[in-house]
């Protein structure tokens, strides 16, 4: 083989907007085809130098995420800061390294594949976007996001038109200042719900006002966008040229929406819900979003927005939406993606950056627009009644920049509609401010300081003949049998009503918008028919359940579709919303037929614990090996359900000890309250509770009751009682947390669940086939806070609210 010394020849000639580089290659420079063992260069051809390119952006990507990581940064703020580093801002300064790593012939090759992944992207982005929310918006959230746009957008135009008449400003910025006026104007949907995602607030209140907000922005700059295109198209050419790029545009749209979408969910009628696409059926759509790139490439449009529009009509959620974000995700946003944003940090030169009058009006211009972005969502937001550090929090996140506005600044420049200074400008100010503003809105806003540290009644403290009320939880469709039965063990009657708030739980997958709404209506016909299936199955179960309680049951269902990260957020808010007495968790394991653990869900088990750190009501934890599921002993077994209280003392033994007095009317339960007591205690009544004194007053003596004390020494006599629950239990309901004494004394050294509490746990080990209920009234560090006053809930058993919503007019947040 022949070695070249020489690849390629490179020349200036003039480019369409501005002087640009001409690259003479062989053809043949494709394959090393082994020319480094004859003494070639790698480097020399295209394919070995775009996977070092590739190789070596992904680890300055990843190392600069990991580094600026602590300060609440985002991967695209990684991407755009290795772009810089690794541009001629930093490593490319010095040329060996740039003629290297990044010669000028290999940036096309780059740029392509770049650009394919970012197309690819968008289309996932577009997956994540549910253009039906706009119809769910209320008219508060709807202004607030109106005047988050158009004040910005007013000031900057005011700016850009009163600029050139103030200073010396040439002609090429003059042109790009209405540009940067309408950039700063938008807050984009994807970039606003990946901002919550990744403070954690996607579901809180202030994250679904943002997100219906941003939603309402999308939409004037998309307007704006059209009218825009249509003038430049009728100035450029002639007066019909602007008419006939929209008809084209609106021709596009009409396929996308009436020809391609039908396909699209006929591939997604053919996915079971838990299952996952066939090969074929991926490749369909990897086919479809192509073609629509290459359309609206062809009509003047940039690929990734024709991508875009597809994905907004793939159906979100499993199993399509989730499916294809699994498997486009990973490789390109990934791996591919971050080449886009290292190419716009290579032509980039800070230090290159003059420092005239017209650059200092751009920067003026940027600034304004930020400006009013803050000025025009907070007004509005303390107008309608937000408090305003919330509100103060919404108007920095809708100040927040991200991927879109990156890659339209990227755009712009390559089309010679701003300069390389501006573009430089742009760049640099979206990554300071928004890089600011990140941790500054994680410190202001907690979504659980409305109800952190304040609790609602509890059982305890519950009249014994008042409503009482309860929120489940439902994970999946096992849960429902043993949580149904726990609630016919609680014995509703007329006399002693029980108010159930169901709340269906599933994770956010191949969405953005978090979603939390009542599913049913007084009728039970369901509010929402694009909710998963399970919903109606969740229902159908409790309605049942109340239907059998007729005038003593009132169920109302919710569905929260969210991240698990955040899911204790919406379980806290309903409980707060609804002043709940206790919520019912169910614990993050699941037991087989033969004692074993089935199923293990560590994600439920973080829930679980926010649940208890932060519910402003008591907690109960559910361990359900079987016993609950099979409601015929409850209801018509001829021998009883046996339910044994373990108590130790403390204020969650006393409200579990509540808790079972409610049960003690059923007529198929017994109760057992086994007090376990130190050897040490005087034997007069002077260490008994007041709920024990109440509990031996009302009910010693009853048929289906009993009472015993049981007098140990230390924890080996303590674990030979609860050995002893083995088989006299169907049901063991105890106390979450009690003080360290010698009746526990080296149990807690070998605890493998916390949130059980000591006891709970060691009941909870495969050493015991019962049931288990572990109660948690108050968390140390809180007060109660008195809710008597509620209204009692409708006998229906179907839903009678209206939209969930924190505040009248924000809408529906779905």
Request: hydrophobic share 45%; with cysteine; aromatic share 10%.
């Amino acid at each position: 083989m022949v070695k070249r010394r020489v690849s390629d020849s490179i020349g200036v000639v003039q480019g369409r907007y501005r002087q640009e580089l001409f690259i003479c290659q062989f053809s043949d420079m494709v394959n090393s085809k082994g020319c480094l063992w004859s003494g070639g260069d790698p480097f020399a051809f295209s394919l070995p130098l775009v996977l070092a390119q590739l190789i070596f952006i992904f680890f300055v990507t990843r190392i600069t995420f990991f580094l600026i990581r602590p300060l609440k940064q985002s991967m695209v703020s990684a991407q755009l800061i290795a772009g810089v580093f690794m541009g001629q801002s930093g490593l490319c300064r010095n040329r060996a390294f740039a003629a290297l790593m990044f010669p000028p012939r290999g940036r096309m090759v780059l740029q392509t594949v770049a650009d394919l992944a970012f197309m690819f992207h968008l289309f996932v982005l577009g997956i994540h976007v549910d253009p039906t929310m706009v119809k769910r918006a209320g008219r508060n959230a709807m202004l607030i996001g109106a005047s988050s746009f158009a004040l910005p957008f007013v000031l900057g135009c005011l700016a850009s038109y009163t600029l050139p008449h103030l200073a010396v400003v040439d002609e090429a910025t003059a042109h790009l200042l209405p540009y940067v006026a309408v950039l700063n104007s938008a807050s984009f949907f994807p970039v606003i719900t990946s901002l919550l995602g990744d403070l954690k607030i996607l579901n809180s209140e202030i994250g679904r006002i943002a997100t219906l907000a941003s939603m309402v922005t999308d939409i004037c700059i998309y307007v704006i966008f059209i009218i825009g295109t249509t003038v430049n198209s009728s100035a450029s050419c002639s007066k019909w040229n602007g008419a006939l790029c929209i008809a084209w545009i609106g021709t596009f749209l009409i396929v996308v929406v009436f020809a391609v979408r039908p396909f699209v969910q006929q591939i997604a009628r053919t996915i079971p819900e838990k299952g996952s696409m066939k090969e074929s059926q991926f490749l369909v759509v990897a086919m479809i979003v192509l073609i629509c790139g290459f359309v609206a490439e062809s009509l003047g449009q940039p690929a990734a927005l024709g991508t875009f529009i597809l994905g907004m009509v793939v159906p979100e959620g499993p199993p399509l939406g989730s499916s294809l974000v699994y498997k486009i995700d990973s490789l390109c946003t990934g791996l591919l993606l971050p080449a886009k944003f290292a190419i716009s940090g290579l032509a980039m030169d800070i230090f290159a950056i003059g420092k005239g009058k017209s650059l200092l009006g751009v920067e003026a211009v940027i600034i304004l627009g930020y400006f009013g972005k803050f000025a025009g969502t907070l007004v509005p937001a303390v107008h309608f009644g937000v408090p305003f550090r919330d509100a103060l929090s919404l108007a920095l996140i809708m100040c927040c920049k991200g991927i879109i506005e990156a890659s339209l600044y990227i755009g712009l420049r390559d089309n010679g509609i701003i300069t390389n200074e501006a573009y430089a400008l742009l760049l640099i100010t979206m990554l300071v401010i928004t890089g600011a503003l990140r941790p500054l809105i994680w410190y202001l806003y907690d979504p659980s300081r409305r109800y952190l540290g304040y609790r609602t009644n509890s059982i305890q403290h519950l009249d014994p003949t008042s409503e009482l009320r309860i929120q489940v939880c439902i994970h999946n469709e096992d849960n429902v049998p043993s949580i149904v039965n726990l609630l016919e063990a609680s014995n509703p009657s007329r006399r002693r009503p029980i108010s159930v708030f169901v709340l269906n739980l599933m994770e956010l997958k191949g969405s953005a918008a978090a979603l939390l709404v009542p599913t049913h209506n007084r009728r039970g016909k369901a509010k929402l028919k694009s909710l998963p299936s399970r919903t109606e199955q969740v229902s159908n179960a409790f309605n049942i359940f109340a239907h059998r309680n007729q005038g003593s049951v009132a169920v109302q269902h919710f569905t929260s579709i969210v991240p698990y990260a955040t899911m204790h957020d919406d379980i806290c808010t309903i409980a707060m919303e609804k002043g709940v007495s206790i919520v019912i968790v169910p614990f993050h394991k699941q037991w087989a037929i033969d004692g074993t653990v089935g199923a293990n869900f560590p994600a439920i088990r973080m829930v679980n614990q926010q649940v208890l750190y932060k519910a402003p009501c008591s907690v109960g934890l559910l361990v359900d090996r079987g016993q609950l599921a099979d409601n015929q002993q409850i209801l018509f077994g001829h021998s009883f359900f046996r339910v044994t209280m373990l108590y130790l003392g403390g204020p969650d033994d006393d409200e579990a000890l509540a808790y079972c007095s409610r049960m003690l009317e059923h007529p198929h339960i017994s109760l057992t309250l086994v007090w376990l007591r130190h050897s040490s205690d005087n034997i007069d009544n002077s260490v008994e509770s007041d709920t024990i004194r109440w509990f031996k007053a009302n009910n010693i003596g009853a048929e289906r009751v009993s009472y015993k004390e049981e007098v140990v020494k230390d924890a080996v006599g303590t674990t030979q009682v609860l050995r002893s629950l083995e088989n006299n239990c169907d049901l063991c309901i105890v106390g979450r947390d009690h003080e360290q004494s010698e009746l526990t004394l080296g149990i807690n050294e070998w605890i493998e669940c916390p949130e059980l509490g000591f006891i709970g746990d060691m009941l909870a080990t495969s050493d015991y086939s019962f049931s288990l209920l572990v109660v948690q009234q108050i968390p140390p560090g809180t007060e109660f806070m008195n809710s008597h006053s509620l209204k009692p809930v409708s006998s229906s058993y179907y839903s009678s609210s209206g939209k969930y919503s924190h505040r009248s007019g924000f809408g529906s947040f779905g």
